[in-house]
């Protein structure tokens, strides 16, 4: 695994107001999001910046995704709903990986990072432009 950039001010303040676990959490995946762009030249440089609060990531060849929690309080990797990335996702990885509509995966802070399935999905939003 890459060693991430180092966390812009204000997405580190974001990630600050989570406890402990999920920040742990929110932190691993961010790790992960780098890690498969490292190894996606195609999908070109991410950008780490805040919408709506939480930290995003885009590539000039994808579609965003955001880290945060959902209104349970579950970690989460939220997609553009009215992007295909969430429906795919489902139709590939249903039996690895718990979802919340067409919004979002939704993880647990008490079970490992389903990351094969989770790579996949984050490599499909980063490249997503150039699969359509």
């Given at each position: 695994?890459v060693?991430?950039?180092?966390?812009?001010?204000?997405?580190?303040?974001?990630?600050?107001?989570?406890?402990a676990?999920?920040k742990s959490l929110?932190?691993?995946?961010?790790a992960?999001?780098?890690?498969v762009?490292?190894g996606?030249?195609?999908?070109?440089?991410v950008?780490?910046?805040?919408?709506?609060g939480q930290?995003?990531y885009?590539?000039?060849r994808?579609?965003p995704?955001?880290?945060?929690?959902t209104?349970d309080?579950?970690?989460a990797?939220f997609?553009h709903c009215?992007?295909r990335?969430?429906?795919?996702?489902?139709?590939?990885?249903?039996?690895?990986?718990?979802f919340?509509g067409n919004?979002a995966?939704?993880?647990?802070?008490?079970?490992?990072i389903p990351?094969?399935?989770l790579r996949q999905?984050?490599?499909?939003?980063?490249t997503?432009?150039?699969n359509?």
């Amino acid at each position: 695994m890459v060693n991430p950039p180092p966390i812009p001010a204000q997405v580190q303040e974001a990630l600050d107001r989570f406890d402990a676990p999920r920040k742990s959490l929110l932190e691993q995946l961010r790790a992960l999001i780098f890690d498969v762009a490292a190894g996606a030249p195609e999908a070109g440089p991410v950008t780490e910046t805040l919408k709506w609060g939480q930290p995003s990531y885009a590539s000039a060849r994808g579609t965003p995704l955001r880290l945060g929690l959902t209104a349970d309080g579950n970690p989460a990797v939220f997609a553009h709903c009215q992007s295909r990335v969430i429906p795919e996702a489902r139709s590939l990885f249903a039996e690895d990986l718990q979802f919340e509509g067409n919004r979002a995966i939704v993880l647990r802070v008490d079970a490992p990072i389903p990351e094969d399935a989770l790579r996949q999905v984050i490599h499909a939003a980063l490249t997503y432009r150039l699969n359509r």
